[in-house]
């Protein structure tokens, strides 16, 4: 799992903030904002949303870097444990940029939406290409926002598929 992990945090942390900043564990704080594609959405570091805890993220509010690590760590392997779960044994024969993409891709449009669709269901019979198809594609993929294609998720699921296809004795990046 700890690589897969790594894999996932780096990759979710590759991809700039509304600030223009990638997420970088190491800096102190890290200031929530309002989601573009989803406005009144307060989010933080890593695409985390809702709360840290007992508390709810606020727009405009400064987080520490090590509670926003700690909270995506728990999210993480929360996810990786439902994946496990509900995947099954063929979870184990994805290798971990494959699972990191998943688990990626889950975090990004959530477990509900993610359990419930083709690509999913095609995720558990070990069909691949066909995850890969419903999952990713450009225009049938997780790549709306409010009903509307959003350029931004098609270069994220882009992004996703590559890390799905790429070869584990190649850095992820």
Known sequence: NNDVFKIAGDFTSHYEDESGEYFNPDRDTWTAYDDPLRPGIATLGPGLTGSIGEEEIQTGTEYPSELISEEYGKRMQTDYDLLERN?????????????????????????GNLLKSKAFQALKEGRAEDFMHEAFDPE???????????????????????LFLKDTSENAF
């Open 87 to 111: 995947v099954g044994e063929r979870w184990k024969e994805y290798n971990p940029n494959q699972q990191a993409s998943v688990l990626s891709l889950m975090h990004n449009v959530g477990s």
């Open 140 to 162: 049938v993929g997780f790549v709306k926002s409010g009903g509307d294609t959003a350029r931004g998720l098609q270069r994220r699921r882009q992004a996703e598929r590559d």
